[in-house]
Structures are given as C-alpha cells and as structure tokens.
C-alpha cells in the first residue's frame, strides 16, 4: 500500500526538521493556535497510536476515544492528548519516530480496502493512513513555518489533494450550504513538474496553479488569498474560501497573513 510509504516519507521529513531541537526550542509558540512543537508531536504521536489500534486493538482504541470524547472540543482534545501522553522533547521525538516506522511498514503490507473503525464511520485503511499523511504534513507546516524552513515537496502530496477533492461536498455541507453540482476545474502544477488535472472543464470555474498551495489551502495551513492560485468563478472562490479535507465541525481558514515562514 502505497499510501503507507507516502506517510512515512512525510513523517522522515518533519522528524528531519526537528532532529537536532533541544532545550527552549520545544516549547516555542507556532503560529497554529500558539501551540508549541511539544503540542504539535503530542497530537500526531496521540492519533498516529489511535489510528494503529483502530486496527491492532479495537477495543483499546474505543476506551481512549470514550476519554477523548468526555472532555469535549478543543481544549478537552488537548487534557486527552496530554493526559495519555507525557513524554517531551527528545524523548516525545524518539517515541513518535519509533511508533510511525513500526506502523508504515505494517500499514504497508495490509489490504486497501480492509476497514478500520475511527472518531465518525468506520473507513478503509487506506484512506486511514492518508489522513495520517494529510495531518502529519499540515501540523508539520507550523513547524517548519516557526523553524523558517521551506519543506521540499513531493509528489506525494497527490494523495492531500485527492482528500481535497473528495471533501468538495464535505466542505459545503459542513458549513451548511447547498453543495454545487460540479466541482470547478483543478489544473495544479506537481512538485515534479508533472500536470494534475480533476473535474469536468465549463461551467466558468477554474482553480490553477501549484499543488501545493492547493493543499496549504484545503488543508487550512494557509488563506487561498496568501496563494498564487488563480481562482476563476463564484463556486471556485467559494470552495477555497471554505475548503476543509478533515473531518469534524467547520472550522474557519488562517486569516489572510497570519499563516506564514518566520524569516
């Protein structure tokens, strides 16, 4: 499973960029919330295990996600995520390096389409692992924002944009507003150089430009109006004005400038 090794990659590429972190350093505020890049490891180490026993210990998983779901929003999120995990600093960076290599190459071997159960309906372990990917390449943009580090892409940021894509409706319907009938036209330029194209040319909306700023946007580590996308039509800035590739309550996009590399 391809989309297995797409996680790892992304997952090597964060831990890259907090390798040689150390004291002061974890602690430092990111612009995602203020939390820290404590917070940030605590919450995909927190949910990469999650998502590991939705597969190897069902019923584990569904007493932690009874504790999750007890507290309640945002901040009970995070007495959950700190409550079950205590580690910091290096010792938090080891622990989650050592979980997703062990999971990526389990998760490797594993049938596509086999189903897991998770927060909502149950999914595909697939679509499991990805969202794994689309979170850890998200929160890693804090990181590397707060670091002043520009992330080289790679063409596994296909499997973001198919997520982007795939949520079209879920964007609407979680804000709740009627969900168009076509989806505007993407033509996104890869990290390769290679062309993306989804949906149906007509209709007078189009979204052009890098793929990654198209996954900055669905993924809500960036305002489309910080992007170099051209966006043509109503429905076209209408989706990335509300676009939204994870799951849970709508949440409202980075304002415009607040999401951005320190220098």
């Known amino acids: ?26 602690e430092k505020p990111t612009q995602f919330k203020n939390w820290t890049v404590n917070d940030v490891l605590v919450h995909l180490h927190f949910w990469n295990v999650m998502a590991d026993q939705s597969l190897t210990e069902p019923d584990i998983f569904q007493s932690q996600l009874a504790i999750v779901m007890a507290k309640g929003g945002m901040k009970g999120l995070r007495e959950a995520e700190n409550g079950l995990i205590s580690l910091r600093g290096e010792e938090l960076r080891d622990a989650w390096r050592k979980q997703y290599i062990d999971m990526a190459h ?19 372990v697939r679509s499991s692992i990805t ?3 689309m979170e850890t390449w998200a929160h890693g943009q804090e990181i590397f924002d707060l670091l002043g580090l ?21 964007a609407y319907k979680v804000n709740g507003l009627e969900v168009p009938e076509c989806m505007p036209q993407l033509v996104l330029k890869a990290p390769s150089g290679e062309e993306w194209r989804f949906g149906e040319e007509g209709g007078g909306n189009r979204i052009s430009g ?8 669905v993924a809500q580590t960036r305002n489309f109006k910080d992007t170099s996308l051209s966006i043509k039509g109503a429905i076209a800035t209408e989706w990335m004005r509300i676009a939204q ?17 320190v220098a």
């Open 1 to 26: 499973m391809e989309q297995a090794l797409d996680f790892l990659a992304e997952c090597e590429a964060l831990h890259d960029a907090v390798a040689n972190l150390h004291g002061e350093h974890w």
């Open 210 to 217: 890098s793929a990654a700023e198209f996954a900055q946007v």
């Open 106 to 124: 389990r998760w490797a071997e594993l049938d596509p389409k086999r189903r897991v159960q998770w927060a909502g309906p149950d999914m595909s």
């Open 150 to 170: 520009e992330r080289v892409e790679k063409d596994r940021i296909r499997n973001i944009i198919v997520l982007g894509v795939n949520t079209f409706g879920w």
């Open 245 to 261: 590739c994870f799951a849970g309550d709508a949440v409202s996009p980075p304002a415009p400038g607040s999401r951005y590399k």
């Open 131 to 133: 969202a794994r990917q």
